[in-house]
Every structure is written in structure tokens, then in C-alpha cells.
């Protein structure tokens, strides 16, 4: 409403008046017209979002840098169910903003008359058992009520988050998991993916790739030690998740078996990149780029895998994952981590220092390569003056006939168990399974079968010592004279403190081996029944072999033998050459323990 009031005297200033009025109704006519047409069209299009955007929007295909770097709190990148990405811009500039305004109008447009997906909430999925577990975090296998897909949901405790101050790891693994699913490249399926985030009051949920298989570091456990063949093939899958991870400024800085999870075709997924890094240039790789990055840090990653900068200059660099890597093929190959001890300072001190050694029986390739990556300069380790990718390392021998760029497609080896060869011994693989057509037992038919010996054979090998035997059979005992046995082995029995007052029905040294690793140690077979081994020289037991009805001896010659549990390969090997007694004892223990199988 317009008020106007204009003074006249006269009929003159009468007329002039009368002719202002006019002029500005005519005005307000026109201005009401174009007011009306100017509500028709914004009722047509969606209200402009100068301040802040929230766009959906399909994921490019490349990205080189972080783009979450200014969204608020928890909710930054969160991917929904669809897999689409909720971006939040607050200081978008005006020419951005003309430059998107077309695109993005367009893009509502089309999904006007779509309801936006609901959502997601724990509600949405039934939580099963324990699958993982971390210092402010617990993984679970969970199952998607909508399609029924398995998934591993990673539950975070928002108040131990802040009472020991990890919102930045949290963070950080948020954004390297958008950063990766906005750059996926179909022959480097190598990382565990990100579905979707979402909060309630007291906790946060990340739901994950399920990896069907679990850890690396387990497989490393059973069986001992990797052959030649799986150690390349999985030392080339992390190369080429490295080159990827390296292309967008990621630096993991915690690799190590257990976050390298395997999925349910036993290929690589790597998890876990709350300790990872941010390059403030993703696409540059100079040799020296570990002297560019001069802002302290604290330390992070474990110990045995952890680089020498990362101890001594607290910067990390691409270089530091290629220490990593150094490590983790020495590992498989040997079947411990290169710089061991019980007190994390004395790994420090011998990383420092360089202070490790290849054990008998290392493969001379995978020596090599690993020399090359364990180099306490960071700038001269093998990989670090490549400008793209990593070609320096892909055409290192101990890769000789992979080809990275099928990994993907390519059926991975079996992890069978196998027993390195030295200069003593010759390698001992082992693909024992216990068919069902075979006859119960370990009699001596059973085990000339499992030596594999002809007649011809059995001519040109040596037999074993002879040994009297004191009974027909371990087990024909009875009470009573277990009852006697037993109080005196307590008077007089060296080993008896150490057996939790069992009975023992066989003892003997034999060296326990692990990958190349051996030890000497006392192996105790006694009633209940138990498996010890014992450090002879300090009189400590070690461990037990656990029994269950899976348990199974599996001789490989007169002096080794292989004891097969669930979870564990173990290599004993009897100098004396009485393996075959030893797996005739267990074997007969086993029986009258569990019965005969069906």
C-alpha cells in the first residue's frame, strides 16, 4: 500500500496533483502484474539455497582431493542406502553456484515426484555375533531386514569417543571411506566399502563390507608360513591397493595382517584407516616427499610394522606403507614379523637400528625385495622415486610372471599347510583332509599310505632306531596302576609341576617350528588328554596343542610330523627319528578319547 500526500493550492496544483496519482497507479498496476508472474515462476522451481546446499548428487568417477573437509560433526559424506552422497557446502562462491544451477535444477527436476529414501537406523538390520573388536569400537555381523544382506556394522561409544578423544580418527575414517567409494576403480575392488553411517544418542554406525573370511594374520597362525606362490600373489594385491591408495593422497600408516581382511573369495580387503593421512597434494609422488611433510605428528600404528621416520622424525610418506609392505612379505615368507621382542621400546630400538635377520630357508626373491623396502631412509626405499604408480616394485623378480592388472579375476592359491625348506630339510607341503571312505585308525597300513612308501621306497630308507616298548598299548591302563604311575611321577617325575598333575604316557624333545622359526621344546602327552610343550632350559611350559575330535597326526618322514587342529598347523620334528611312534600315541589317545568315527 502506497500513500501518497501532496499538497495543492489552486486548481492548477489540483490537475498536476491529480496527474501524479495516476502515473503511480498505473505503476503499481504493472509492478503487481510482474510480482504475479514472478510467484508463478519459483512456484515451478525449488527455492533458492544461497547458504547452505544439501544436494543430492551422483558420485564422480574421480576426485584427487578431500571433499569433507568442511562439513560439520558426525554426518559428513554420509552415503545412504542408494549410494548416493549427502554433500553439505557452506561457502559455495557465486560463480560455483551459477556454474551448478543448471545441473542441479535439472537433477531436482526429475526426482520431484521420487519420495526421499527413509533414513537408516539400527532398526534397519538384525545385529548376530562378535565378529571384531577395537579400543573405542565393536564389529558386527548383521544382516540388511530389507534385503537380507550380510553386512559388518562397526558400533562406535559416542561418550568413550569423547572422553578419550577419537573423534578424529573417526572422523578421518569417514572421510578416507567416502573418498575411496567416490574413486572406485573396477580392478581394485582391495578396500572394505562404506554403505552408509547413521547415529543415534549414545552411539555412531558405520555399515561395512562383510569380509566373509576374516583376517590375514589367522591364516599366517595356522599354517605356519606362506608358499612362494601365495606370498606373491598377496604382496601383489597390496601393491596394487597401495598404488591406488597412494594415487589419492591416502597414506594408511597402519598395514598389517590384521587389517587386511579377506573376502568370501579369499581376495584382499583392507580396513581400518583411523590412523590413516591426508596429503595436501594427492596427485604429486616426488622421491623426497616424506621432507615435505614437516607437521608433527603422534605416534600411530603398531609396532612391529611401524617405519623408522615414524619413530624418529614423527612425519609420515608414502614411503612409510612401503616399510609395511617390507614387513608384511617377510612375515609370510618366515612366519613372524621381522623385528620382535616383548617390550615395544627394544622393537623400536631394533627398527631403529635395522636390526633383523633372514632366518635358513628364506626365499632369495622375496629376500631381496624385502631388503630393498626395509631401508631406514625413507627416500631410497625401493618404489619411492616412482613418479606413478609403483613400476620399480612391479618389476622386481619376486613378481616375475603376475599380472596385476587381472588380480581381481584371478582364482587366489590355496593356503595349504607348509613346512619351508632349509638347508637340512627339504620343503613339506601338506593337503590333508580326512576323506570318509577311508578306514579309522593309524596302523602301520594307515601309515605307509601316509607316507606315500612303496615297497621300492621303504628299501631306500633307513629304519628308524629301535625302541622297546614297555605295553601293547598307552591306553591299556588301569586305575589302579595310574593311581601308582602317578605318585610316582610326582616323587620323582622332573616334568610333573608342569602337566597340572596329570598322568604323562609319552615325553620326548622335539623342535617346534614355526614358518622358518624353531625351538627346542619337551612335548608331554598325558591323560585328559593334553598335549604340552615345555622350554626345556628354563623349565616354563609354552603352550598345549588343543585337542578336540578334529585332531588329526599326519607324518611326513621318519623324524616329522605334522599335527592338524582347527585353527592351527602344528610342525614338530623328533631328532631322534621316532615321529611315527609319536603319531601312533596321539592317535591312539585321540581314539579312546572320542571313539571311533562314524
Not at 265 to 277: A, E, Q, R, V, Y
Not at 464 to 489: F, T, V
Request: charged share 25%; proline share 7%.
Amino acid at each position: 500500500t502506497l500513500t501518497v500526500t501532496v499538497k495543492m493550492n489552486g486548481t492548477e496544483k489540483c490537475s498536476r496533483g491529480n496527474v501524479i496519482v495516476s502515473a503511480l497507479t498505473r505503476f503499481l498496476k504493472i509492478g503487481k502484474q510482474a510480482n504475479v508472474k514472478r510467484k508463478r515462476v519459483q512456484a515451478a522451481l525449488p527455492p533458492p539455497q544461497q547458504h547452505h546446499m544439501s544436494v543430492t548428487m551422483t558420485p564422480p568417477r574421480v576426485t584427487n582431493t578431500p571433499v569433507l573437509e568442511n562439513t560439520p560433526n558426525w554426518q559428513q559424506g554420509q552415503p545412504n542406502h542408494h549410494g548416493t552422497t549427502q554433500l553439505s557446502n557452506h561457502h559455495s562462491s557465486k560463480e560455483q553456484q551459477k556454474g551448478n544451477h543448471h545441473s542441479m535444477v535439472q537433477q531436482q527436476t526429475n526426482n520431484h515426484s521420487k519420495e526421499q529414501a527413509p533414513k537408516r537406523s539400527h532398526r534397519d538390520y538384525i545385529f548376530g555375533k562378535v565378529i571384531g573388536e577395537g579400543s573405542f569400537s565393536t564389529v558386527y555381523l548383521a544382516k540388511d531386514i530389507h534385503n537380507g544382506k550380510e553386512c559388518a556394522i562397526k558400533v562406535c561409544d559416542k561418550r568413550h569417543i569423547l572422553r578419550e578423544r577419537k573423534g578424529q580418527y573417526i572422523k578421518r575414517e569417514k572421510e578416507v571411506l567416502h573418498i575411496l567409494s567416490l574413486n572406485q576403480k573396477p580392478n581394485v575392488p582391495f578396500f572394505v566399502k562404506l554403505q552408509c553411517t547413521f547415529q543415534d544418542t549414545e552411539r555412531l554406525y558405520f555399515v561395512l563390507t562383510y569380509a566373509k573370511n576374516g583376517e590375514l594374520l589367522p591364516y599366517i597362525t595356522k599354517v605356519g608360513s606362506f608358499d612362494v606362490t601365495c606370498c606373491q600373489f598377496y604382496a601383489a594385491e597390496l601393491l596394487v591397493a597401495l598404488e591406488h591408495l597412494h594415487s589419492l593422497g591416502i597414506i594408511h600408516r597402519d598395514l598389517k595382517p590384521e587389517n587386511i581382511l579377506l573376502d568370501e573369495n579369499m581376495h584382499i580387503l583392507i580396513t581400518d584407516f583411523g590412523s590413516s593421512k591426508m596429503l595436501s597434494e594427492p596427485t604429486s609422488q616426488d622421491a623426497d616427499d616424506c621432507q615435505q611433510l614437516q607437521r608433527r605428528n603422534s605416534f600411530v600404528g603398531t609396532a612391529q610394522y611401524v617405519s623408522p621416520e615414524l619413530l624418529s622424525e614423527k612425519s609420515a610418506s608414502r614411503s612409510s606403507d612401503l616399510w609395511a609392505l617390507g614387513c608384511i612379505i617377510y612375515q609370510m615368507v618366515s612366519g613372524l614379523p621381522p623385528f620382535r621382542s616383548r617390550s615395544e621400546y627394544i622393537i623400536f630400538q631394533k627398527i631403529l637400528k635395522l636390526e633383523y635377520e633372514f632366518p635358513d630357508g628364506f626365499a632369495p626373491l622375496a629376500r631381496s625385495i624385502v631388503e630393498k623396502l626395509l631401508v631406514l631412509d625413507p627416500s631410497k626405499r625401493l618404489g619411492a622415486s616412482d613418479a606413478v604408480g609403483y613400476p620399480s616394485l612391479r618389476s622386481h623378480p619376486f613378481f616375475a610372471g603376475i599380472d596385476f592388472e587381472t588380480l581381481h579375476e584371478q582364482t587366489p592359491p590355496k593356503i595349504y599347510p607348509y613346512l619351508p625348506g632349509t638347508s637340512e630339510h627339504e620343503e613339506m607341503r601338506s593337503r590333508y583332509r580326512v576323506p570318509d571312505h577311508l578306514e579309522p585308525g593309524l596302523d602301520d597300513k594307515q601309515l605307509t599310505r601316509l607316507l606315500g612308501l612303496d615297497l621300492q621306497g621303504a628299501e631306500q630308507t633307513p629304519d628308524p632306531p629301535e625302541r622297546p616298548r614297555k605295553r601293547s598299548g598307552l591306553m591299556d591302563i588301569n586305575p589302579d596302576e595310574a593311581r601308582r604311575q602317578l605318585e610316582k611321577q610326582k616323587d620323582s617325575g622332573k616334568w610333573h609341576s608342569l602337566v597340572e598333575g596329570n598322568l604323562i604316557l609319552k615325553q620326548g624333545l622335539v623342535d617346534k617350528r614355526k614358518g622358518l622359526f624353531a625351538r627346542r621344546r619337551m612335548l608331554l602327552l598325558t591323560l585328559g588328554p593334553h598335549l604340552y610343550y615345555v622350554d626345556p632350559a628354563n623349565m616354563v611350559l609354552k603352550g598345549e596343542i588343543p585337542w578336540s575330535p578334529e585332531l588329526r597326526v599326519e607324518p611326513k618322514n621318519f623324524k616329522i610330523f605334522f599335527v592338524h587342529t582347527p585353527n592351527r598347523t602344528y610342525y614338530l620334528e623328533d631328532p631322534e627319528g621316532y615321529a611315527l611312534e609319536w603319531c601312533k600315541a596321539i592317535e591312539e589317545v585321540r581314539l579312546h578319547t572320542y571313539g571311533l568315527p562314524s
